[in-house]
């Protein structure tokens, strides 16, 4: 059971681009925030096969945009993140895992500056709004918090640029990582960033108009015939590969930074308060009990591959003792092994150690790599 | 299009009841509160009649509890909600909107005080959590805010009573409706209400160990056979006659309790401090501009019924003017008639007046109702 039917309904909001995602024989989705975000188009091994050497549009309407606007807009982002954001030019993109005070994980969105004193986080699968009106009432800032109508359409892949040079000048090749710039398109001013949810490379259009929707995935797909554009979504062969964590699946409220290697986004003390200060130097200082790690698990003697997780599997000793839990697997092509994310209690962690993986009633066998899945 | 495939992955979270609701047959699913709630099983009609008529097991674990407890809990339950908590008793349940400091509605959770200084809000289908977490450290109150692991089992219709009695003795007649009392099941002690998404009567069990869900869940049915039980869920037909909202659908964070009929479970200027009360003193003195109303549709002249909403369905005056919106629909055998929920400018609203619900291409004729669908 990996597939359920879902009923629609108004909430479960529509995106703008969902009829042409339903025309191009979208086979399954995931709801986020809910949203529909597609997860399968032909299968999840030929839209990764696609994605790596194509272009595909992705309806990544579900990464809706928190605004906060206002004199107070910077002191608010940066009271919920340890990343110093003060350094965030206008027209640029950062990442960064938003904190609570007990050093927990609320979400891992791409910050972006549109304005002097307006940011938009593009989130991950949680409520972020309802937290920052929350902290925004309790601490009477004076910001406008709001969730404008702005839903990104990703165009990844390595024939990406290409293709939006192609549409708007050789200017696309000069925009750098993480950065902004306004672009005409659907007859609309809107930002595209380069950005997105692969290791591909590509663009995220900042779409501004719902209904420009499907004028903007027409104009695309148009210019993209001659790359072989396909609609695609986030693949978990890719993002395993690549590295990507995904909140909700492999960290959550329950899980801080450190634990999950996310501390190489921030250096702890920067100067403007930030409300997981406290909670985070003192896991710097006591160290964590468990990390993330990357494992290759192995087929059985019978060549079964480890099943999907649905909720997490646990991790034991070849003795036997629980030590951790995988919480994302997929088989990837490249390495002919299924790669996992997991976490392992730390004395426990040692590249090339030999840990077991419970499925269920299967047993299979795995390795700690280094980053680089070796 | 009214099913989508959904994937299952750890962001969809299990309930303990799971197993059983698939060998039951579920043919569909909601998503709610990152969990699932089955939609249907037999067909929304066969459902309907036997709820009405025997006894059901609802899976509604997506009810999650956000529980506030400490010094500070009623304060700050108090501040989330015009309705005054602090007539509540403990083993009380009180339905209350939660409203912000601008009038918006964020969800309508049942309140239950299940201790001194412990409250559970059992939600709707939004984080409430990060909500109010970011109030608690925004204001520095002492309190402890976290989600249980409490999931409700709904035992729903007019043969409810009667089976809990076979189980747990003729105590059960004497529990009060929204009021709790302790029950030993599945070999534990844990509450249960006379509550439910209903208007057929019975029960809310909120188990509170995960891993008992199954014996919670066989103990229950081995003694309602006899009362014909069968696996059912909120049913849409039941809830549109009962006339119960639902929190996303019907209203969003956009409307405001006056607007959706609200109101009737709160007074206004109750002594403790409440973050609403300025924003809903200046709506009760301004009034209105939309009102949520009751309508029956007609079959138009083919005999097609107005099809299931997706967003919301335009209302418009015979001549063509918009004046609101269709939040939820549904045929009632009952009524012979598709019921439904609707916001109409308040200058339109008057019993019997007609109005056009256009869904796409098609048109349907529909009346306003009073409260009781007349």
């Known amino acids: 059971m990996s597939i359920i039917n879902v009923s629609l309904s108004r909430r479960l909001r529509t995106t703008p681009f969902e009829t042409r995602v339903f025309e191009h024989g979208v086979k399954a989705f995931t709801i986020y925030n809910k949203m529909t975000l597609p997860t399968v188009f032909e299968s999840a091994e030929a839209d990764y096969q696609h994605l790596c050497e194509h272009v595909q549009l992705w309806d990544v309407a579900c990464e809706r945009q928190v605004q906060i606007k206002g004199p107070d807009a910077l002191a608010l982002v940066e009271l919920i993140t340890p990343r110093d954001i003060s350094k965030c030019a206008v027209n640029q993109c950062m990442y960064a895992p938003l904190v609570d005070e007990f050093g927990g994980i609320i979400n891992d969105p791409i910050i972006v500056r549109v304005a002097e004193n307006t940011y938009w986080l593009s989130i991950a699968d949680s409520d972020v709004v309802l937290w920052v009106k929350g902290i925004a009432f309790g601490r009477k800032l004076n910001v406008d918090i709001s969730e404008p109508d702005v839903s990104p359409l990703g165009v990844q892949g390595p024939k990406a640029e290409d293709l939006m040079v192609d549409i ?3 200017q696309v090749r ?42 903007l995935w027409d104009e695309i797909w148009a210019a993209g015939e001659k790359y072989n554009i396909r609609a695609g979504c986030p693949n978990s062969i890719e993002r395993l590969e690549t590295g990507l964590l995904s909140f ?36 710097a200082r006591d160290g964590v009990q468990r990390k993330m790690v990357k494992l290759k698990i192995s087929a059985d003697a019978q060549g079964n591959r480890a099943p999907a997780v649905r909720e997490t599997w646990p991790i034991t000793t070849e003795g036997g003792d629980a030590i951790g839990i995988v919480t994302s697997l997929a088989y990837s092509p490249r390495f002919d092994a299924t790669l996992a994310f997991a976490f392992i209690d730390v004395e426990h962690i040692q590249t090339d150690a030999t840990v077991t993986i419970v499925c269920g009633e299967k047993m299979f066998d795995a390795k700690i790599c280094d980053d680089k899945w070796q």
Chains 1, 2 share one sequence.
């Open 168 to 170: 708007l000048g050789e």
């Open 174 to 215: 000069d925009i750098g990582f993480f950065k902004c710039i306004e672009v005409n398109l659907a007859g609309a001013n809107m930002l595209m960033a380069r950005s997105g949810w692969s290791g591909q490379g590509g663009f995220e259009i900042y779409l501004n108009d719902s209904a420009k929707g499907l004028k």
């Open 248 to 283: 909700g699946n492999d960290m959550t409220y329950a899980n801080n930074p450190f634990e999950c290697g996310l501390d190489r986004f921030f250096k702890l003390g920067k100067i403007a308060e930030y409300m997981s200060r406290q909670a985070l130097d003192k896991i």
